[in-house]
Each structure stands twice: as structure tokens, then as C-alpha cells.
């Protein structure tokens, strides 16, 4: 087998390598007359590192690049940490350090293992051709080439893409960035060994080594991402007039001033993406690297996502064998797709995060840093599972296995209607509304409630109410007397969802109880963090108390509204004392009730398709921010449990948070308090949502028995 491979780049020659170590011949055409230092600096972590060695290409890298060993952020504006993270315990779990260099040193790497004859120089490939038999590659020399596959790494602006699918404009993000060298020895030392983020409105600065120290030409790598409207040009070329830059970091701290006044010039690009491809290829001609899955800078896994590409591809060329290459693409599209455009997402999240200007927001942001680094010691969740994965292994396990070991998971429910809900969950919120961060899963979430659950009608008129400052939904009309109210708490993870999305379940609630609801528009992370929502629904709470007080009050919640009502329950035990009467009782459906998320709290070997660790650990950081995540109000499931009300609790087995439900059900018992633990089988999170379940129907009268008992007693 022949594969000809357009392009020599990180994947054009990465994926060369790897192809000689399974036996298969490789030719990589590059269109450059020769491999000379452009480009600028990256960085390779673990997973990369890992590919990088298994091809034997990682010797030159190693000798000659920084190793990092700190990460820092900072408000660009001025200079105040915002967090600080040692990099060893990333290390010290992964197997590998993370390291940065110059992109030439990364190339270097990878030639040198490479024979002369596999790689030519000022070979650009202007067509090709699937003959069925093979493809011909023509050169812009006239010259033919023939192969058994074609290989497109020739990056964002692949003409391989171009003739296989037609021209696709790239997305521009409206950001350039400025890239700089400076000298190592005019950097100030307390940069060494660290990765530096200055986060700043609508731009942001990274500074890192890019070799070492005692390396002749060591030096920093000082890029400066900023809006694309403050730069009157727009290319790779080197440019000396820096006026611009200055302009656009000239409200920068003094700090920034310095390191900026160390350049003498720059390169300047543009930061573009494109959205995921349906198909990377075709029976012959297949694409890698930045020709399939271009992603902005920002998650530091261009490179990596490259050299995986690579392993994976030569490990399923050498499954099928030769005179398979069509399934072998099929295999090798498969495995790559899922990650890359989930890769595509985080990098975009971090662009946005990076580049926000919003006051609000930029807190916000700044505390679900802060909330992350109490949470994941390791690094952020998405970070953890791009440098968590072994490109090696998983190139190398058969089809079985990796199907086991997907992160999106297949759907597991065995009846119609909890697979449909299972499938309703898992497709909530678009690749677009993740791209967008908290902002955009809020919005998707709020499309997904109104346009795809049915939505029942509402019992009796909904009127909007102030509850001595926090603003409410009214469901049903109050009569006076003992007639019982709901105080529904909506979920969303304490970051999406609203009184006016969960207003149908908070009437079915209120017809089950014989009453009416009351559902407080509760403050929502990470704007407003802890103790904002608890605050809202208690000051809800103390007003129902106080305008009905003949009226038994029922609190209701699923999800984070579940947390809350445990959370409600304990201030007012605690912080009241006795002053507000407690509930009647407290119903909770799949609460997220324990922010710390031990993983003896997180059902092992389930297949969520709402909720897995890295979703809860951002949710829970976006609400602690500072906060202590066992602090009592805030994970209740670690909390003295004594003294509450009668509890119903309902979740569903295979969901991430059944083991946490479960376990409040066994902490309460123990605490004396009165309990029912209601578990449902083949189900999904939040179940009682949909209306078309039939477990929520029993659900419904579940509580309807549970109020009614608590009215008799």
C-alpha cells in the first residue's frame, strides 16, 4: 500500500512516521521549497506527548524545548492574579509533562526519523483524481503521482478539502493575534517555567518559553490576541511597525507594557474555524489535521489533535489491510469525529472566556476560575479529558472497544419512551450552544424545554409576584385557608432554567398536592454565585410563609432546584431557629445536592446523556466560585440532616446523580428524618419533565400520596 500525503506539516509528517511503523509506504508532498523556522510557538501536552513518543519522533523536542511547569491568569488591565496552578500533579497523573517550543523544533522532530526519499520539497499538489483502482495526485509541476490513498493535511486552507467538497469559507472570530519572539534573557525570571494568561476585555496575552534555558536561542513567545478591527493589516509576514499593538494594550498594566516594548516584531494572522464536516473524505482521499478540524488557538491542541489524527489513521489502514482503504476512513472518521469537534467546542469556550468585556461577565468568569481550581486540582474538566486520553491505546483497540469507551454514550434504554427521552437529552443543546459557554447552554436550554417537551396546560391563571424582592410565577389561584402550596425550585444546574420553563411541571405539582405553586425566578450562577439563589428562595419562602399562614407549604425541586430545597430546609433550621415554620415535607427529583463531587458520589459506569462529571464540575464551579463546595448550604448532602421534614426522593438509577440521591436518602434515615426513597428503572435525569413518560405520571402520584399523608398527620 501507497498513501501519498498532501502537506508537511505536524500531521502531514506525523502521520508519514506512522505509517512506516505499520508497514505502509508514505510520500509526503510539500509545497515549500524547504522546512525553514516560520510559524510561531505551541505547546504539547500529555496526549500529544504520547503520540509524539510512540512515533519515536519525540528526541529532538525533548532536548530542545521549555517544560512548563505553572500556569497563571491574570486581569490584564491590572496585573491581579486570578489563579495559580503547579502543573506536576497534571504531570504526575498523566505520565507526561507539558512542553513548549517553536513550531520548526516540533518539524525538526519529526524529520529526523523520517528517510529522505519519503518527504519532497516544492511538490504542491494542484489536483487528483479516484480512479477506482487508485488516485492520481498531479503537481504543479505537470508531474503525476500515483497512490493508493491521498492524505489532505495541508491545513485550514486545504486545496484537498477544496476539490473534495467544494470551497467552504472558514468562520472568522473577528479576532488576529499578534505573535512575537523574545529574547529569554530579557525576560523578566519570574515568568520561567510558566504559562501567563492576561485576560483583559476583548483581548487577551499569552507569554510562555519556547526552549529552554540553557539553549542557545532561547526565547518567549508573546502573543497578543485582539479585535480584528484595531489592526489595519492582516498577514504571516513579519512586521517592525508595532504601533497598533501598543494601541490596542495601551490600557494593559504596566507589567504587560514592559514585556511589549521587549518586541521588535510580530507576525499577524487572523483566528478562524470551521464547523464540523459531515465526512472527512471520500473512498480514496481522506483529510487530517487543520484540513478537517480546524479549531482557534485556544485550547492548545492543534498540534495534538494532529498527531492523534495520525496514530489513528495508520492504525486503521493497518486493521483493514490493503485493499480496504474505504473502510478504513469510514473506522478512522468515526473514532476522530466525536473528539475533535468536542475539542472544537472547548477551544472556542476558551476564546470566549478570554475575550469578554461584559463587567458582569468578566466576574463571572473570573470566579468559575477560581471555582474550578477548588474542583479540579488537575486542571479544568475539559482539559482534563483532552490530556486524560492515550491516543495509542485508543488507536489500537478494536471497534468494540472503542464503541464502549465513546464519549458520547449510545442509548441504552430499552422502552420507546425512555429512549426517545434519553435521545431528547443528549441532542438539548447544539454544538453551537456549547461553543458559546454558559450563555449559550442557557439559552439552548431554554429552547429545548419550550420546543421539544410537552408542555402541559397551565392549572388555572400564572401571574407574576413579588415576594419582598425576588420575583415569582403564581400558578393557581391562593385561596386562603389550609389549602396547600407548592414552592417549586427549577433545575438547570444552578446556571439555566426559569420560573416560566418549569411552570407546567409546577402545575401538575400543584393539582397533585390539591393546591396551588409558587415558583421564585431564583438568581442564577455564575453571575450570581452562592448564596444568591439560596437567598432568593428563602426570602420566597419567608413570604409565603408569612401572607398564608394556615397554608401547609410543600418546596419541590429537581436538579439544582433539588439542592436548593435541601439547602432552604437546613438555613431555616439553622439560621431561623424556629422563627419561620419549616416545610410540610420536601420533594426532590435527581437533586444536585453535593457541589464537592466525590467520585463515590458520581454513579460509576453510567451513560448520562445530560449530566457526566466534567458537565457537573463546570456547573458547580460556575455556583461555589470561593465557596467552600462541602460547605453545608451548598452541598446539604454533607450536612447534619436532622430536624427536616419528611422527604420524597426520586431519581433514576442510571443517571449520574442517583448515587447521591440514594446516599441522601441513607444520611437522612440515619439522621431520624422520614424518608421515601423512590428509584426508577430504565429512565433519564429530571425524568419527571416529560410529560410522556409513564413513570412520571406515577411520579405525580407518588407526591400526591405523600402530600396527602403529610396533610393527615
Known sequence: MRVIIAGGGTGGLATAIALRKVGIEPLVLEQAAAFTA??????????????????????????????????????????????????????????????????????????????????????????????????????????????????????????????????????????????????????????????????????????????????????????????????????????????????????????????????????????????????????????????????????????????????????????????????????????????????????RVNLRNSQTSDPVQIRARNGYVRGLRQLSPMGPPMQEWLLAHDPVAAAQQSPAEFEQNLAVPGNPMRRPESRRAFDLWRAALTSEHRAAGWLGEREGYAAFVRGKLHRADVNGPADSVDCDGTPALQIGTPPRGDTPVVLHLHGGGYVMGSAELSAPLAARLAEAAGGWSLVPDYRLAPEQPFPAALDDVLTAYRWLAREYPQAPILVSGECAGGGLALSLAIALRDADRGATRMPAGIHVVSPFCDLALSAEQLSAGTSDPWFNRITLLQLAACYIHDTDPEHALVSPLRADLSGLPPLLIQAAEPETLFTSAKRLADRSRDADVQVTFSPVADSVHSFILFDFLPETDRALAEFAAFARALRAF
Open 38 to 347: 516560520i510559524g510561531a510557538g505551541l505547546g504539547l501536552y500529555a496526549n500529544a506527548m504520547k503520540a509524539l513518543t510512540y512515533l519515536g519522533a519525540d528526541a529532538y523536542w525533548r532536548e530542545n524545548v521549555a517544560r512548563i511547569d505553572v500556569a497563571e491568569q491574570r486581569n490584564l488591565n491590572d496585573d491581579e492574579l486570578i489563579t495559580s496552578s503547579s502543573l506536576d500533579p497534571q504531570a504526575a497523573k498523566y505520565g507526561e509533562h507539558y512542553y513548549c517550543g517553536h513550531r520548526a523544533d516540533l518539524l525538526s522532530s519529526l524529520l529526523a526519523p523520517l528517510p529522505p526519499e519519503s518527504v519532497r520539497t516544492g511538490s504542491r499538489v494542484v489536483a487528483f483524481e479516484d480512479t477506482g483502482r487508485d488516485v492520481r495526485v498531479e503537481l504543479a509541476t505537470g508531474e503525476e503521482v500515483r497512490g493508493d490513498l491521498l492524505v489532505g493535511a495541508d491545513g485550514l486552507r486545504s486545496q484537498t478539502r477544496q476539490q473534495l467538497m467544494g470551497e467552504r469559507e472558514a468562520r472568522f472570530t473577528g479576532v488576529v493575534v499578534w505573535r512575537g519572539l523574545i529574547p529569554r534573557e530579557k525576560v523578566p525570571q519570574r515568568y520561567d517555567a510558566k504559562i501567563m494568561s492576561w485576560y483583559g476585555p476583548r483581548r487577551h496575552v499569552l507569554l510562555y518559553p519556547l526552549r529552554h534555558d540553557q539553549h542557545q536561542e532561547s526565547v518567549y513567545s508573546l502573543s497578543a490576541f485582539v479585535p480584528a478591527t484595531e489592526v489595519r493589516r492582516e498577514s504571516w509576514t513579519a512586521s517592525g511597525d508595532l504601533a497598533d499593538l501598543h494601541a490596542s494594550l495601551a490600557d494593559s498594566c504596566p507589567a504587560m507594557h514592559e514585556l511589549v516594548a521587549l518586541m521588535d516584531t510580530a507576525l499577524i494572522t487572523g483566528i478562524y474555524f470551521r464547523d464540523p464536516l459531515e465526512t472527512w473524505g471520500s473512498d480514496r482521499v481522506v483529510l487530517l489535521g487543520d484540513a478537517a478540524h480546524p479549531a482557534p488557538p485556544s485550547a492548545g491542541q492543534g498540534a495534538g489533535m494532529a498527531l492523534e489524527d495520525a496514530v489513528m489513521l495508520a492504525a486503521c489502514l493497518r486493521r483493514a489491510g490493503a485493499g480496504n482503504e474505504q473502510a478504513a476512513v469510514r473506522e478512522y472518521m468515526f473514532r476522530r469525529q466525536a473528539r475533535t469537534t468536542r475539542m472544537l467546542e472547548s477551544s
